[in-house]
């Protein structure tokens, strides 16, 4: 079926391949230009910079500094401080005040943390400042931001020595299993380099005894604008913006004598090495096999172009054969995959992994290693060639359809990669052409070459196997790994054996109902439809994106229908189906069927509903309804997937309550729940064996055999006219046989009174403080709103207080619910991750800064804060598909009128700091919550 909007597709797609005809054929020695969507250029003084005019999202401007400088630059005295820089960049500067920044910033809407931000890395520090362009006066001071964290930090000492506790948090915050393993990892990833003394958060040591020196000096010798980008796109004037960056960064000067930036290189290995790193709190085994490393400095050549999708149709056929391998009855892992992956800036290596089961480390070595060397003897297959260009070209289809629909914040990242590693930009336009040509002309020897260089024969490499200490499975000695690889190597493998699969998804057409009603609703933009079979469809045309369809069905349903004897069964029934394909495909022949496509639907049951959800690009929503149709029509029952998906759940779950954090998350839920068994917390291995594959398959379709009470929301590009008679075809001719559409309550509830308890797990100096307030409500939007703004500003004062003030925590905070299904109610969780010694001084803030909310309500500042940063997303989000399919399938579930978005701005400013006080009285009830405090097992 060619539906109109398909037909105009083609067309245009037409039209693009006859231009591209026209322009003269690549030459693969010639350098990639700069594309035509963006300057870049270059200060007297040596700073680049980017800028392009971008109107998505509108009013909104995406500036970034980078910086060429990381903790691989530090001296021996100043290990972290890269990092402690970029702290201290939001503590004083020319221009701003210590909390200054952050506070103005906040006052026109950029949420500090979500919006406001930075990183370090090893080799770069990047500063993120997205900025309304609605006031003139708020871009100017942008790039003066910009300009004084590029020069004008001040470092106070007194503002150091508190930085200090916030840094020397996030760096506790970090410890663990995880950064215990790696410290032994990554000296053996880097082989002697320096990157492995080099780690961007530092040592204890020097960053509670640093010289105020160290820092000003690490600064001075490394910002400088020979070795910043200042970048700015979005909805701004580009010659507004370069004429700004020249007016703030034209005066920057260089050292006299700069300190030479230098990148520190990785050795070869020389040999195969073995390392074995396990510890007792673990949560998983797993096994890394990592191949040569390579220099992967960027030429901006056509030839390296065609060369790094070379490069990415290689790791993607692989990656693919390996997850193939999970799928067997026994598998030899739990999941595995493969990549190339890049250590920094200017290295790679191809790495192949595995989280392993109860078989251990051998099966693992045997499936990995074996699968390289089948790849090396024998390559890949013309199949798996056509169907990798096939997703390639789809990548870059709907990327180039989303040309002037892309945000801003994606641009930037590209100019990043740009300035760090050289990758080129010739912008989408460009580049569809590049790979419309290039991509055809890659042939299958060049594959099987590239792979031959990637996977040398008997070359050495590096062989780690990571667990838990007190794993079930035998720990392999260096010397055992050295000896499964090498015997894995000498193995016999033959080659591939490709299995060849029908081009279509269903073998007829299922025969078509018909639409029995329509309206409209023109405020909304949505036509609203009953099928000839009773199910709802609304649907709501938008010019969002161009390329993209989203789509969601619901009804009241879901797990809690089922007694408690099937808690279990209920739970995972949609995820066993799910891990057995559909109709007469496995999810691995499925995803051969959709080569080239853009189309996903999964369905599932939630606690209280059941929920169809799915995503097409504009060629594709016809294959997203069949799939919709076999989600009703194919459920398919196979063993063996069966059991490789119980065997895979079972390993997953046998280290889950190792790490401290998972044993603290679990104890909150079922002390507040008081272990009610219809509540889930951490899975166990013997949950699995109160699942069976029937019963499974039984309560799917109990919930998925019929379509009874579903409406439909389908968003996104595409016309009404076209897409009904698909409607009509797959949606209209699903069954709807009786079945109970209902919320059932089963009295599940939150403990009352004031409990307080405390978990001690885990070896390191940390802790973490839980509070959670939960009771009965009124549910209506405009209370939701009250509540969720209470939290906002509370989140405020617990960074202003307990992290700015009394450096306390580093991160942390609230977030809360406000439901109304299956029962009116509300919960608020607190999370503050602090040291063992500041608990009480946590809690008393904690319970500080709540009674003077409920004394004084919040500050009229923080409350604007807050207002204006939800104006500015919800102005944004208004031309977002997935804001509408959420927002209209919350108004289906709690029977509100989907109008009220329209009157969504006009709420939010009609709360008041004084009912924010009142909903601090309802809802932080003194007498009523849980208190859990994690701490260091004695």
Known sequence: ??????????????????????????????????????????????????????????????????????????????LGLAHFTEHMAFNGSTNFRKHELVSYLQSIGVKYGAD?????????????????????????????????????????????????????????????????????????????????????????????????????????????????????????????????????????????????????????????????????????????????????????TFGEYREKLIEGIFAGMLSQRIQELSQQPVPPFIGGASNISRLTARYKSYTAFAALGKGGATPAIDALVQENERARLFGFS??????????????????????????????????????????????????????????????????????????????????????????????????????????????????????????????????????????????LGLTRLTLSNGVKVILKPTDYRNDQVLMSAVRFGGQMLFDE?????????????????????????????????????????????????????????????????????????????????????????????????????????TTLYDNHPRVARTPRPDDFAKVSLDRAIDIYKARFSSAKGLTFILVGSFDVAAIKPLIATYLASLPVPDIPVMARDTGVRPVAGIVKKEVRSGSEDKANVSLNFTGSAHFSEEEQLRFHALLEVMNIRITDILREKLALIYGGGMNGSFNKIPYEHYAIAVSLPTGPANVDKVLAATFAEIERMKEKGPDVADLNKVKENWVQIHQKSLRENGYWINHLQSALLHETDPGIILTYEKQVAAITPAQLKEAAKRYFNLNNYVQMVLYPAK
Not at 3 to 26: E, N, P, R
Not at 385 to 409: G, I, Q, V, W
């Open 116 to 300: 406001l931000n930075a990183y370090t890395s090893f080799d770069e520090t990047v500063y993120i400042l997205p900025i309304p362009t609605n006031r003139k006066a708020s871009v100017d001071k942008g790039f003066l931001v910009l300009k004084d964290w590029a020069s004008g930090i001040t470092f106070n000492h007194a503002d150091i020595d508190k930085e200090r506790g916030i840094v020397l948090e996030e760096l506790r915050l970090g410890k663990g299993a995880s950064d215990r393993m790696n410290k032994v990892l990554l000296p053996k990833i880097f082989n002697g380099s320096r990157y492995a003394e080099r780690l961007p958060i530092g040592t204890e040591a020097v960053l509670a005894n640093f010289k105020y020196d160290a820092i000003k000096r690490f600064y001075k010798d490394w910002y400088r604008p020979d070795l910043m980008a200042v970048m700015a796109v979005g909805d701004i004037d580009p010659k507004v913006a370069e004429k700004l960056i020249r007016t703030h960064f034209g005066s920057l000067k260089n050292p006299a004598k700069p300190r030479p930036r230098e990148y520190a290189a990785i050795p070869v290995r020389s040999e195969t090495e073995a390392v074995i790193i396990t510890d007792k709190e673990a949560s998983s085994d797993s096994l890394l096999i990592r191949y040569p490393v390579q220099e992967d400095i960027e030429q901006p």
């Open 565 to 669: 004897a099937d808690a279990f069964n209920s739970r995972y029934a949609s995820s066993i189906v799910a891990s057995m394909g559909l109709k007469n495909y496995s999810p691995l022949d499925l995803q051969k069927v959709l080569a080239g496509k853009t189309a996903s639907v999964r369905a599932g049951l939630g606690s209280n509903t059941d929920i169809v959800s799915g995503s097409a690009g504009i060629n594709d929503i016809e294959t997203m309804l069949q799939l919709v149709h076999l989600q009703f029509n194919g459920v398919r029952r196979d063993g063996d997937l069966y059991k490789s998906f119980v065997a895979r759940q079972v390993d997953a779950a046998r280290n889950a309550l190792t790490q401290p954090e998972t044993v603290f998350r679990d104890a909150i839920i």
């Open 382 to 523: 013309a199949a798996e060639l056509d169907r990798a260009k096939k997703n390639l070209m789809r990548f870059y289809e709907r990327a180039y359809n989303e040309r002037d629909k892309t945000d801003s914040a994606s641009y930037v990242a590209e100019y990043v990669r740009n300035f760090l590693e050289q990758e080129s930009i010739p912008g989408i336009a460009n580049e569809y052409r590049y790979v419309q040509e290039l991509v055809p002309g890659i042939t299958l020897e060049e594959i099987n070459r590239y792979t031959r260089e990637t996977i040398p024969d008997r070359s050495a490499k590096l062989v780690v196997y990571m667990g838990n200490t007190n794993t079930e499975t035998p720990i392999p000695t260096s010397e055992q790994l050295l000896a499964s690889v090498a015997a894995a190597e000498k193995a016999a493998v033959t080659a591939h054996d490709e299995k060849a699969v029908a081009a279509d998804l269903l073998d007829q057409l299922p025969k078509a109902g018909s639409i029995a009603s329509e309206t409209h609703d023109k405020a």
């Open 1 to 78: 079926m060619t539906t109109s909007f398909v037909k105009t597709v083609c067309v245009s797609a037409f039209l693009f391949a006859y231009s591209m005809a026209a322009q003269a054929a690549i030459n693969l020695a010639d350098t990639i230009p700069v594309g035509p969507q963006v300057k870049v250029g270059k200060l007297a003084n040596g700073l680049t910079y980017y800028i392009q005019k971008n109107a998505k999202p509108e009013k909104k401007l995406e500036l970034r500094l980078v910086v060429k400088a990381g903790s691989i630059l530090e001296d021996e005295d100043q």
